[in-house]
């Protein structure tokens, strides 16, 4: 079982640079999300989908846009990327979004980006 | 809006002793509640979850968590830890009733000492 699949595993990038990072799901979810982790400050939301055509910011969307492509894709953009950026990035996915709030998130492995 | 307080950043522990990582959560609604593992270099894996009835929740490798509502807290819990405990773990809350973000905790790294 696949589950929730980003590519690439590693990127490093120098200041300015643009890149997509991409993520799929098998598991038939409707809601996607993307997430920063840095040390110190858990996860962070920085954009979400929660289902298929509609897409909204999180708590640190600045610097970054997101696509769903279709209900398995959902890639996040960085368009002139910055120092600041550096995280490791993170793609999770679950069942429904609306009103049973309670399904668990199912994450990739994410990928870690380093800009200089 | 809800907060997540996991008031340890590292938790280092004797291999065979039991251990207890604690979390409180803040908000002026019902949440439910979560804990999250992850292992090196991996994403996220669901730990438990506790959604109503028994404050008691079990979950997976032998953890489990007691959701108290007067403390407002869900720390979480294993009589004898295991090396392969070691990773970090993320307490987790998100409010009841339509779509709601997730809100984690900043984590708790544990350390199982041989």
């Known amino acids: 079982n696949a589950g929730v699949t980003q590519t690439p595993k590693f990127q490093v990038l120098k200041t300015g640079q643009s890149m997509t990072l991409q993520c799929a799901q098998d598991m038939n979810h409707n809601s996607m999300y993307w997430y920063r982790q840095d040390p110190g400050m858990g996860l962070r939301l920085i954009y979400y989908s929660a289902s298929e055509g509609t897409t909204d910011k999180g708590e640190v969307p600045n610097g970054y846009n997101v696509s769903r492509l279709n209900k398995r894709e959902f890639s996040l953009r960085l368009e002139s990327a910055a120092p600041s950026q550096t995280s490791v990035y993170f793609c999770?996915?679950?069942?429904?979004?609306?009103?049973?709030?309670?399904?668990?998130?199912?994450f990739g492995n994410g990928t870690r980006l380093t800009v200089t | 809006a809800q907060s997540v307080t996991q008031l340890d950043s590292q938790v280092p522990v004797f291999e065979e002793a039991p251990v207890e990582l604690r979390c409180n959560y803040s908000s002026s609604v019902s949440v439910y509640l979560f804990w999250y593992v992850q292992y090196p270099n991996q994403g996220l894996q669901l730990l438990l979850k506790?959604?109503?009835?028994?404050?008691l929740v079990k979950g997976i490798n032998g953890f489990e968590a007691e959701f108290n509502k007067s403390q407002t807290s869900f720390h979480l819990r294993k009589p004898s830890v295991h090396i392969s405990d070691t990773a970090e773990y993320f307490c987790?809350?998100?409010?009841?009733?339509?779509?709601?973000?997730?809100?984690f905790g900043t984590g708790t790294k544990l350390q199982v000492i041989p």
């Open positions: 506790y959604l109503s009835g028994s404050t």
């Open positions: 987790a809350v998100i409010r009841r009733g339509g779509y709601q973000k997730v809100t």
């Open positions: 999770a996915s679950s069942e429904r979004a609306e009103e049973s709030s309670n399904s668990p998130l199912h």
